[in-house]
């Protein structure tokens, strides 16, 4: 007898200084999540895997260029742009993901191609190893160099968020989660984020986290595996969220998460001034920007 | 005032299937072994930080031909060496860690480097980029393709033990761990393993952990973090060991640990057939091979 619990979606669109950030383009991402978060909670109405939920959510992500993952990627200190992602399966406990792969379209769907298949058992790739599995797979190949980025690069412009993210619960309790970055922004060239790690991404069978924020800090607190950990000693989201965020606060670390545990409970915390998130539960839809 | 603590050092050389390893060459590693064991608790017991034993210690399991780390590397399926390590500095909780990287004599002292002086902020590089900061440091190059390793890689050698580490309490009580591999062995090129991730090597002021074995089960599993997680909660290291032993037989992952607290308990546990490893403490030095 399998019994049917409510579905439930938590968005992230990054976490950063709400100083550098304006009020315009605050509403404009406002938007941009809510329309993501309906279309992909219907998805999960209509039964949709919870993995999928999470992969299509981060893919809608990447291909908004007002965030910084796909399309919206900021460019490395050489002036390439280098993307990560990551994929989790939490009821099958398996993790996959990209690591500064160049030219892909989206490094969600290689992650996920990553899972379903992984050349030789490896479901890591770096570099010029991922976008070769990338390419004999057929996925999509888009320049990532926009006009735009090309001029925030010439500004040495920051100012914008890093980092998207998801975590769902589907129907039959499964839980996923999947985190995507464009990196911090002219860093030092090959920089590894925490993105493609269990500190930014992890999922379990009672547990979902994507973190955002300085990369270097969230591999620090290995802020997702962590705060999994916590949730399977018996401690709940909110309160494992609201530890380590007074951790971080005392040293003075900067990120943020979203966390979701398979009775549909999720809380979302920032030690940052901001953190974008939007939320859908069979009660509710709420969009923080 | 400040209390003097024993200082305590646990190191590994891997964990695999014994099957494919002669007993001749297991006695030559556990010789190996206890000469690194001796001459790093010495130094502890000098004064060392154990920041700098566990570098010393990998940084010497990595000059050591026998290991699969460094020196020892095996040759992914396109011939080339690519190795990663990760250092962390438990009383400051911070990682640091190289990927993927080409041609330098000691990833850990990459790594070091990466940890005392990230440039631009960044504590993770991979590939091109992390060399090109080894050099940017003066740190030594030298060619792992030695004629054993080219031999290894035309008979599709396996047999070799994969990953090296090392854990260290320090008189004043501090941890730290580090890790270094030579990767899988004519793995998909540019295959990102466990090693340079909190999932494989992981400290903070209770806990380290070094893990070994098959890397994406290791990231599944979260190994390091989570142990460390464990124990921030009150889960001494050898019970948390236990539990993750038990989750892990039953998802027949395979990996292996060496787990340290700031009390000077440690555990070493496997999934595998074996695990080589080594401890000293006040009281006495033990080598399982």
């Known amino acids: 007898m399998s019994k049917s619990v409510a579905p439930v979606l938590v968005i992230h669109g990054g976490a950063g200084s709400s100083r550098t950030i304006d009020r315009r383009r605050l509403i404009a991402r406002e938007q941009?999540?809510?329309?993501?978060?309906?279309?992909?909670?219907?998805?999960l109405q209509r039964g949709s895997s919870a993995l999928k939920a999470v992969a299509l959510a981060v893919e809608m992500l990447e291909d908004d260029p007002q965030f910084n993952a796909g399309r919206?990627?900021?460019?490395?200190?050489?002036?390439?742009?280098?993307?990560?992602?990551?994929?989790?399966?939490?009821?099958?406990?398996?993790?996959a993901g990209a690591v500064n792969v160049e030219g892909v379209r989206n490094p969600i769907r290689l992650s996920e191609r990553l899972l379903r298949n992984p050349p030789d058992g490896s479901r890591v790739l770096a570099g010029p190893g991922a976008a070769r599995f990338a390419r004999s797979q057929q996925l999509r190949f888009r320049s990532p160099y926009t006009?735009?980025?090309?001029?925030?690069?010439?500004?040495a412009g920051k100012g914008k968020f890093g980092t998207v993210g998801a975590v769902a619960l589907d129907s039959k309790g499964r839980l996923a989660a999947a985190t995507s970055t464009?990196?911090?922004?002219?860093?030092?060239?090959?920089?590894?984020?925490?993105?493609?790690?269990?500190?930014?991404?992890?999922?379990?069978?009672?547990?979902?986290?994507?973190?955002?924020?300085?990369?270097e800090e969230i591999v620090d607190f290995a802020v997702a595996s962590h705060l999994c950990s916590l949730r399977e000693t018996g401690i709940g989201v909110a309160r494992a969220s609201r530890m380590l965020k007074q951790q971080a606060d005392k040293?003075?670390?900067?990120?943020?998460?979203?966390?979701?545990?398979?009775?549909?409970n999720f809380?979302?915390?920032?030690?940052?001034?901001h953190i974008i998130w939007a939320a859908a539960t069979a009660a509710k839809l709420e969009v923080h920007a």
């Not at 900021?74 to 990551?86: E, F, P, V």
């Not at 090309?150 to 500004?155: L, T």
């Not at 040293?251 to 549909?264: E, T, V, Y």
Request: proline content about 2%; some cysteine.
């Open 32 to 43: 941009a999540l809510k329309g993501i978060l309906d279309a992909v909670y219907r998805a």
């Open 72 to 95: 919206g990627s900021k460019l490395q200190a050489d002036g390439k742009i280098r993307m990560s992602a990551a994929l989790m399966d939490g009821s099958r406990r398996r993790f």
């Open 147 to 155: 006009d735009e980025r090309k001029r925030e690069f010439r500004r």
């Open 182 to 215: 464009g990196g911090r922004g002219l860093e030092y060239p090959h920089r590894v984020s925490d993105t493609p790690t269990v500190a930014a991404n992890y999922a379990n069978s009672s547990c979902a986290v994507s973190a955002t924020g300085v990369g």
């Open 251 to 264: 040293s003075r670390a900067r990120f943020g998460w979203i966390a979701l545990d398979a009775d549909g």
């Open 267 to 273: 809380y979302v915390a920032t030690t940052t001034a």
